[in-house]
């Protein structure tokens, strides 16, 4: 099955810095790939679809300029949590679709954990 | 608007008894749903969705349109089975429910 990556696996930072997550799509290329953010015995909330040359679309509420994502290549997305604060402490998932457009079946990466400090 | 609901949170059952989870959506078109698990210090995993009506580890799940329900049901639980599943419906992105935590007691 296809195989997604993200790194690094734990992130510890001071409050007000920018952290930055990869996620990688190893053995296929992603067109489309989505960004989740878990709190603790929560469900995963959707976060933005990043897709390949164009820019993310982001859910209602979720920041743009806060959480900047970028996928610049057909294996890459980025997700930057800029200017951090204890709050945006969470568990950050991405998927990728071997599809553009309806999703299909999704592969998860293992997850990010952020703690700032 | 899109939403799942998976009412339990914690389903306790005994091993080779059997098991449903429960999971209602709400959509006003035509859905896709899926259930996806995720085992101990594992990643989430596609476990089945409605379109390839399969079992998988012996697990089924039905789509009843009429009562907006996708119950995944399995008929004698293995402890293997204990994990946290999400059922998940699908227009054009995945929206999941809360999911619910299985524990397979021996």
């Known amino acids: 099955g296809a195989v997604v990556s993200q790194h690094p696996s734990r992130v510890i930072c001071k409050s007000g810095t920018s952290v930055k997550i990869e996620c990688r799509s190893l053995?296929?290329?992603?067109?489309?790939m989505f960004w989740y953010r878990q709190f603790p015995k929560q469900s995963l909330m959707l976060m933005a679809t990043s897709n390949e040359g164009s820019k993310a679309t982001y859910e209602q509420g979720v920041e743009k300029d806060k959480f900047l994502i970028n996928h610049a290549s057909l294996t890459l997305s980025t997700l930057t949590v800029t200017s951090a604060h204890p709050e945006d402490s969470s568990f950050y998932i991405c998927?990728?679709?071997?599809?553009?457009?309806?999703?299909?079946?999704?592969?998860f990466g293992e997850g990010s954990r952020l703690t700032v400090l | 608007a899109q939403r799942v609901t998976q009412p339990e949170k914690l389903l306790s059952v005994f091993k080779g008894a059997p098991v449903e989870l429960k999971c209602n959506y709400s959509y006003s078109g035509s859905p896709e749903l899926f259930w996806y698990v995720q085992y101990s210090r594992q990643r989430l995993q596609l476990l089945l969705r409605?379109?390839s009506r399969e079992s998988i580890k012996g697990f089924t799940a039905d789509l009843n349109k009429g009562e907006t329900s996708f119950h995944l049901k399995k008929p004698f639980a293995q402890e293997e089975d204990s994990a946290m599943y999400y059922c998940a419906l699908e227009p054009q992105k995945l929206v999941f429910g809360q999911g619910t935590r299985l524990t397979i007691n021996p």
């Open positions: 998927s990728a679709s071997l599809q553009r457009g309806n999703t299909g079946e999704l592969f």
């Open positions: 409605h379109i």
């Open positions: 053995d296929f290329q992603a067109t489309t």
